[in-house]
């Protein structure tokens, strides 16, 4: 039972992590390089992260419980996994909570007065919150790696 919870643990969060790289690595910078329209291109990619962001609230939390069920069970060296998982759903719950709706609030007051959110009043404080949100997506995608690195090391 040990060995089909661990690959299916390993499967899914090697699955997760890939996802999360994809998108902040390769599907976001493709959107600005291919959309001359750089404000297209942020909602696009705003709305993507957004997604990208609720799927890794649901998956970390599935994956916390699946670790305290494997170290309820004996397999201790799942406790260093669950902290690993904390931080990357403490990071996952700000963009879904915090980050992303509030930039999306400030997007859209400037929308309705007539301009991109750059040119806007709160265009400061939407890019002080896209470099804290890219930072906290950094950190997340560290600990993603680290995740799966730790995942594939013999005996964990």
Known sequence: MHVGAQRLFILVAGLWV???????????????GTLTDRQVAGMVAGSIFKVEAYLSTIVCIALMVLANLLVTRGLTQYR???????GMLLCSVAASFVFIPWMNTLRDQ???NGMP????PSADL?????????IV??????LGIYLVWRLT????
């Not at 890939?18 to 600005?32: M, Q």
């Not at 959110?117 to 806007?120: A, P, Q």
């Not at 939407?126 to 890219?134: R, T, W």
Request: hydrophobic share 60%; no cysteine.
């Open 110 to 112: 400037a929308l309705l």
């Open 137 to 142: 997506f950094m950190i997340q995608s560290a």
């Open 18 to 32: 890939g996802s999360i790289l994809t998108v902040g690595y390769l599907v976001a910078p493709t959107i600005f």
């Open 80 to 86: 260093i996994i669950r902290l690993i998982l904390l």
């Open 117 to 120: 959110v750059m040119l806007s």
């Open 126 to 134: 939407f890019g002080k919150l896209h470099g804290a949100s890219s």
């Open 153 to 156: 090391k013999p005996n964990l």
